[in-house]
């Protein structure tokens, strides 16, 4: 599996994954912001992206191409951060291969199972069939049934590309995601604890990650922090980006 990838800066490296139907470039302005300090990867996982379509998708399998990639690039003890589904990619992967990790952070999500909380959107894009439209306005008006918040269908629609016909197709491997959803969502059994330095960072107004989580984040990860982002939901990188900069900064140049 080549995960597509993009590096800025330079320094000790620190890889971004992003969440559920995102990708790399959703991080590109933290990334950016980083590089000041770090090689900082922003990675695409499988399905995702620019990255390789596949029938499998699950995290012992997206933490085993996390491993490939940190081989293939030569890279030594590295800054893991992981925000929802990526949060959970790097979590498992700090748990089989804690050697291979420098610092842990984790943005909005825990290390257990989720119910069926993209159901709506995951229905809507299926039923969309982007072959039929030339323009990205039409799209977005025929999403506005299942999908009415319009933050969200903007970040969904950074997943279609135009083909050479001029119609859209989805760059996301949709079939594969639907198909794996629940095992997206759940955690797999077989995980132990690691005494990784991690940080848990929760948007306040979210309810992904749990003040009442604590117990279980500190039961995988034993010097675990957990850090709540005023004003912010699921997204606290983007809704708020300094106080998420300098929780993520202190963390970051503590020893």
Known sequence: MQLH???????PPLIILHGLLGSGD?????????????????LDLRNHGRSPHCDRMDYPAMAE??????????????????????GKVAMRFAL???EMVEKLVVVDIAPKPYGARH??????LVALEPERFREREDIDLVLQASIPDPDMRLFLLKNLVRTPRGSFAWRINLESIVRNYDVISGWPVDVASCGVSALFMK?????YLRVADAGLVRDSFP???LVTISHAGHWPHVEAPGVFRAALDGFLAAA
Do not use: K
């Open 65 to 86: 191409d996390l491993r490939q990639f940190m081989e293939q690039h030569s890279l030594g003890r590295t800054i893991l951060l992981g925000h929802s589904m990526g």
């Open 96 to 98: 089989a291969w804690p």
């Open 26 to 42: 959703n991080w590109r302005t933290m990334a950016r912001w980083l590089a000041g300090r770090y090689r900082v990867f922003s």
């Open 203 to 207: 948007g306040e107004c979210s309810d």
């Open 119 to 124: 159901d709506d959107i995951l229905r809507g």
């Open 5 to 11: 990838h993009e590096i800025h800066g330079s320094g």
């Open 223 to 225: 010097r675990a922090r």
